[in-house]
């Protein structure tokens, strides 16, 4: 384990991240660790120097996940750096077997956990990489009919049984340790995602490059979803969609994506009530207000 962490930098960034924090980087205690904190309002950076003095704390303004992890790691200088959410924490020796996963998978550029939830119950985390088609499966409901139909729910992982380690497409950004190497040869994360997708980006580049993503269930993390934004930002996953499809995709993919996403949620926002119907009808309008380059113009 000493040797473990003597291979491997933590980098974790913050926005209002109390109650979580203090399980978070207690999970990390001996591993050298960078919190960028991104604006937070509450108590968060005081609460971090005074339980955790050990930790360099960078205060930044908040330009998004992408750029807090990009500075974070910059301020670091291992073999390894496990990136990890404000909102989750390291289960037991996780951290050596990442690490061990890492040594057998030495073509690997990531290596994902197992998440779960606080509950202990499975939060799956093995995803695809997007597609216009792969996204009409889950805002159309698709992936409901045959969730473990790669054709119906690729998207999802068809169904990955989280039993195995194997080499995926791409895994959630809760939490993954990041090569060094693989970092240096793909470049920093693209600053252009806020929130949302800036992993899948990263690990989509990384494959370009010959590199792979790994899944081990050795590694087990437990992570609080949606903590971090309370469902608060769902046009920020919606506009990293796009984003993916801009820079990955087909020629017109990301324009047939945004038509696509808007028809799925007019319908979304006839179906349910309440917030989440206004959430959806709100985002059917910012996708109907302009094609898809207006949408992302900065």
Request: glycine residues 8%.
């Amino acid at each position: 384990m000493a040797d473990d962490r003597a291979r491997v930098a933590c980098v974790v960034v913050t926005h209002d991240a109390l109650p979580w924090i203090e399980q978070c980087l207690a999970s990390v205690e001996g591993v050298p660790t960078v919190v960028v904190d991104n604006g937070s309002s509450d108590r968060t950076v005081g609460f971090v120097r005074e339980r955790f003095p050990r930790v360099q704390v960078i205060e930044s303004s908040n330009d998004g996940l992408a750029a807090g992890w990009d500075r974070g790691i910059a301020e670091t200088a291992s073999e390894h750096v496990l990136v990890l959410n404000a909102d989750a924490w390291l289960v037991e020796d996780a951290l050596s077997s990442l690490v061990a996963a890492a040594d057998r998978h030495p073509s690997a550029a990531a290596i994902g956990p197992k998440l779960e939830n606080p509950d202990g119950s499975l939060q799956r985390s093995v995803r695809g990489f997007p597609s216009a088609w792969r996204l009409a499966t889950e805002y159309l409901y698709l992936r409901k009919l045959a969730p473990r139909s790669h054709a119906l729910n690729a998207f999802y992982g068809a169904g990955f049984d989280h039993g195995s380690e194997c080499v995926v497409e791409w895994v959630m950004g809760a939490c993954f340790l990041l090569r060094r190497s693989a970092y240096d040869e793909v470049g920093p994360f693209d600053e252009r995602f806020f929130l949302f997708s800036e992993e899948v980006d990263w690990m989509r580049r990384a494959t370009d490059h010959g590199w792979t993503v790994v899944f081990t269930p050795d590694a087990r993390c437990i992570h609080v979803s949606g903590a971090a934004h309370g469902g608060r930002l769902f046009r920020e996953n919606v506009r990293g969609h796009l984003r993916y499809l801009s820079l990955h995709g087909r020629d017109g993919e990301a324009e047939r994506a945004r038509r696509l996403l808007r028809a799925s949620l007019v319908v979304r926002g006839r179906l349910h009530g309440g917030e989440r119907a206004r959430h959806y009808r709100d985002v059917a309008a910012w996708l109907g207000s302009g094609d898809v380059d207006t949408l992302l113009a900065p």
